[in-house]
């Protein structure tokens, strides 16, 4: 048996380059180029569905496609034109020459960006025309955000189209309309995680490595062997989810980019040969180390979004008595030292025997003589065991602990099933929000309280309770419907917050409820608050936001309840606890004590 090279590992380093070349002709490289195996990626996506229906209609409309660089604008305009023509086709052609599907002209931009300010305001103006029905072309158009709004922006006779465009990009697609513009930005990229890990881990990309002498010490088919596995997949999977959770938006290309570094780390077979035959160790280039980038070249860290996005969460970095009991003890049970077993093996990512010599070492040897000398070597395989059982333990909600969210299962609970655990919830959030307004560790959950200017005192400034909105009046909603011209595999969480009671009993329309969307890091925030947390922590992330909301607030009731207004309400600190309290205007302007 001789050693071998993989010319899939090649090609999955060509998705790793991330220079400004590569980057601008990823659709091409990803259209012209085959894998080895002669089956490529073909990711099915429910906006490519949605446009290939959307152009089959008697009477299609136009599209537009907002988005990254990288989320897959060109190549959507692609798949349409080779389904309407399979001959070869010119790019700068289409906007000039278009082809006939279904009997109507359709023009295809591949990038309006491209166009000069002169000649993109034309083409708008023509997609205008079709609006009112003077022009029965069609348009897909593949467009940047800014440069979209800045073109239609300018121009005055493009009002109506910029009116259309703005609410479809706040508010979500029109069905219905001749111009429809979708958001690739809403898409979650996860929803293509295990489709793109499993055909990068399928056997068919691996066979050639059955022959090759160095197998059993390579780092990468090691790697593509776990990655095959499902519940490892997942807990890939669950990462983007959980950046998704954030409002984190990765694209499909640094997906690619992140997913064929995390199985390859941009090694050579031949340089991994060399290594293994100098006896090196190559325990840091499997997968549970590649995902977070740390041995990744400084221009890739600062290319790579999603390492960069999936390092501030430091898993492995901090000490969870239980996992590390487990990785050193090896397990108290039966149960767990045969899972210890399972997990722990001899192999290439704990450099074969080494680690569980080193943990001998420390159990029969460093913990009886109190010696120095093996312990830090032991410690040092800490963070790499973590992150490998944040993988691979079966009891996950276990290894869930290692992400830095204290009431992550909680988010996650509510989204699934929001009516378990919902009424302790919305206490808690009322709780945080009132400590978040007011400054002030407040224990008052019964009603949420909107604080604005302050009453100076001479013991110290108080905020003053501009609202008042009872607990029934905050509900928690999560929004779970699907969307049709794009894959979103996620839910919504709000909170949504009724005008108080006086404004609802007023003559006329009482103001609409105020809805706030709440995501992972302002679910946390709140969370932490309510649970005794410092004002500091997370403040940076998460300040604005709650902010905004407590302007909301006083824009949507505080002005409508003024006149009516005969009190003062403040909170005053009383032993342990702030107590609130009222000031009455009489009817002659004397300021009375209100119980």
């Known amino acids: 048996m001789a050693s071998v090279s993989n010319p899939f590992v090649d090609y999955l380093n060509r998705y790793t380059t991330a220079s400004p070349d590569h980057e601008a002709a990823f659709d091409e490289f990803l259209s012209q180029i085959a894998p080895p195996s002669g089956q490529p990626l073909h990711l099915k996506t429910q906006v490519e569905n949605f446009l290939n229906v959307s152009f089959a209609q008697p009477d299609p409309?136009?599209?537009?496609?907002?988005?990254?660089?990288?989320?897959?604008?060109?190549?959507?305009?692609r798949q349409i034109i080779k389904k309407a023509n399979e001959q070869p086709f010119h790019w700068e052609r289409l906007q000039h020459e278009p082809i006939i599907l279904n009997g109507k002209r359709l023009y295809v931009i591949k990038d309006l960006s491209e166009l000069g300010d002169a000649e993109g305001t034309a083409l708008l103006r023509r997609v205008a025309a079709t609006l009112s029905g003077e022009s029965e072309d069609r348009y897909l158009i593949a467009a940047n955000e800014g440069r979209l709004r800045a073109l239609a922006g300018h121009d005055a006779?493009?009002?109506?189209?910029y009116t259309l465009i703005h609410n479809q990009l706040t508010v979500g697609e029109a069905n219905g309309a001749r111009v429809l513009v979708i958001n690739l930005t809403k898409v979650t990229t996860s929803s293509f995680v295990r489709k793109t890990l499993e055909w990068m881990s399928a056997p068919v990309h691996w066979q050639v490595c059955e022959t090759c002498e160095s197998r059993a010490a390579c780092p990468l088919a090691y790697n593509a062997r776990q990655l095959a596995q499902p519940s490892i997949a997942a807990r890939v999977q669950m990462l983007y989810q959980l950046l998704e959770h954030l409002d984190i938006h990765v694209t499909v290309r640094d997906m690619l980019i992140h997913l064929a570094y995390t199985l390859t780390a941009n090694q050579r077979c031949q340089h991994l040969q060399h290594m293994h035959a100098a006896h090196r160790d190559l325990s840091t280039l499997v997968y549970y180390e590649n995902i977070w980038g740390h041995n990744a070249s400084p221009d890739f860290q600062r290319k790579a979004s999603v390492v960069q996005h999936l390092e501030r969460l430091h898993i492995g970095n901090h000490s969870l008595f239980e996992l590390d009991n487990f990785i050193v003890s090896g397990g108290e049970s039966e149960e767990e030292q045969a899972q210890h077993r399972r997990l722990f093996p001899?192999?290439?990512?704990?450099?074969?025997?080494?680690?569980?010599?080193?943990?001998r070492a420390y159990l029969e040897v460093g913990a009886e003589t109190g010696t120095q000398q093996e312990t830090p070597m032991l410690i040092a395989?800490?963070?790499?065991?973590?992150?490998?059982?944040?993988?691979?333990?079966?009891?996950?909600?276990?290894?869930?602990?290692?992400?830095?969210?204290?009431?992550?299962?909680?988010?996650?609970?509510?989204?699934?099933?929001?009516?378990?655990?919902?009424?302790?919830?919305?206490?808690?959030l009322v709780l945080g929000l009132n400590r978040a307004f007011s400054r002030l560790y407040l224990n008052l959950d019964d009603n949420l309280y909107i604080?604005?200017?302050?009453?100076?005192?001479?013991?110290?400034?108080?905020?003053l309770v501009r609202l008042t909105i009872p607990i029934q009046g905050v509900d928690l909603r999560v929004d779970r419907r699907p969307h049709v011209a794009y894959d979103y595999d996620r839910a919504d969480l709000a909170l949504v917050i009724a005008p108080p009671p006086a404004l609802t009993m007023q003559r006329g329309v009482p103001p609409k409820p105020e809805s706030w969307r709440m995501n992972l890091l302002l679910f946390e925030y709140l969370m932490r608050l309510a649970h005794g947390g410092t004002f500091n922590i997370l403040a940076e992330e998460c300040e604005l936001s709650v902010r905004s909301?407590?302007?909301?607030?006083?824009?949507a009731f505080a002005s409508d309840t003024a006149h009516t207004d005969r009190m003062v309400e403040f909170f005053v600190a009383e032993q342990r606890r702030y107590a609130l309290r009222k000031l009455r205007i009489d009817e002659q302007g004397t300021i009375r004590a209100s119980y």
């Open 346 to 359: 001899p192999a290439v990512d704990l450099n074969h025997l080494r680690f569980e010599q080193d943990r």
């Open 381 to 428: 395989w800490l963070p790499h065991c973590r992150r490998k059982l944040f993988f691979e333990r079966e009891k996950q909600s276990e290894a869930n602990r290692l992400i830095p969210f204290l009431f992550l299962t909680d988010y996650l609970d509510l989204l699934e099933n929001e009516q378990r655990h919902k009424e302790s919830i919305r206490r808690n």
């Open 451 to 463: 604080t604005s200017q302050y009453l100076h005192s001479t013991e110290q400034p108080r905020p």
């Open 549 to 555: 909301l407590k302007d909301r607030l006083l824009r």
């Open 61 to 77: 409309p136009s599209v537009i496609l907002t988005g990254n660089a990288g989320d897959g604008k060109t190549y959507l305009c």
């Open 157 to 161: 006779t493009l009002a109506p189209l």
